[in-house]
């Protein structure tokens, strides 16, 4: 009797000593997470921690410097889906917005505030482009302007309002024809060309729609005026 109690003392002892045991080592296993985690916590930058992709106005590649305007515009789809203009993360033009239409869609921005001044388009397929010109020649200095295409931007363009459109900083105004699709960003009071621009022909050889060619895209920083 006696040695059957001292064999369950002995049990007892031995399953406390593990519990002991047991439990040390689940303290341990947790401080030492704690700590790593703290010590990781410091020595990595939250960038890399964060799996959140990083967003850009209007969804640039790159965030643009101070004193630049982000945008990002892209041409009308054949004669189904319009022209949309975004700058500095607000949507400017678009068919949600219902603000384009047929021929060359123009928004106008303040160089210097980057406020949007006016937006209007331009048939200049069944239009006149006597509007069209009145509204170029009425463009104050200083004012960005942002074109795009949609359908057909060319039939009714005229040299008077190619060489107004030309001396905005476009390159490719003067070759523009029937359904090609085209993007510009440019200024009233430009000296130099504009950087911002595309422009791709109309050719059954290449065009990806048929009678159209495809979407042209583009997206940039605009300098800010200063004077």
Same mark, same amino acid.
Request: contains cysteine; charged residues 20%; glycine residues 10%.
């Given at each position: 009797m006696i040695r059957a109690t001292g064999i369950i003392k002995l049990t007892v002892l031995v399953i406390a000593f593990l519990l002991a045991v047991f439990l040390a080592f689940q303290l341990?296993?947790?401080?030492?997470?704690?700590?790593?985690? /703290? #010590?990781?916590?410091?020595?990595?930058? *939250?960038?890399?921690?964060?799996?959140?992709?990083?967003?850009? +106005?209007?969804?640039?590649?790159?965030?643009?410097?101070?004193?630049?305007?982000?945008?990002?515009?892209?041409?009308?789809?054949?004669?189904?889906?319009?022209?949309?203009?975004?700058?500095?993360?607000?949507?400017?033009?678009?068919?949600?917005?219902? /603000? #384009?239409?047929?021929?060359?869609?123009? *928004?106008?921005?303040?160089?210097?505030?980057?406020?949007?001044? +006016?937006?209007?388009?331009?048939?200049?397929?069944a239009g006149d482009v006597a509007p069209l010109i009145k509204f170029l020649n009425e463009i104050e200095d200083g004012t960005v302007v942002m074109m795009a295409s949609f359908d057909d931007s060319a039939t009714k363009l005229n040299d008077e309002a190619r060489k107004l459109i030309a001396d905005l900083g476009s390159s490719a105004i003067n070759n523009l024809g029937f359904r090609d699709n085209w993007i510009f960003v440019g200024g009233k009071g430009i000296k130099t060309k504009s950087p911002f621009e595309q422009h791709i022909k109309n050719s059954a050889e290449t065009n990806k729609f048929e009678g159209w060619p495809e979407v042209l895209e583009m997206e940039g920083c605009i300098p800010q005026r200063q004077d």
């Open positions: 341990f296993e947790i401080n030492t997470d704690f700590k790593l985690a /703290n #010590v990781i916590s410091r020595s990595v930058p *939250a960038a890399i921690l964060s799996t959140k992709p990083v967003r850009y +106005k209007c969804g640039l590649s790159k965030a643009c410097s101070a004193g630049h305007f982000a945008f990002k515009m892209a041409s009308g789809a054949a004669s189904v889906v319009g022209p949309r203009i975004c700058l500095e993360d607000k949507v400017v033009m678009s068919g949600v917005k219902n /603000n #384009v239409g047929r021929g060359i869609n123009i *928004a106008l921005v303040n160089g210097r505030t980057g406020e949007v001044v +006016k937006t209007e388009y331009f048939d200049m397929w």
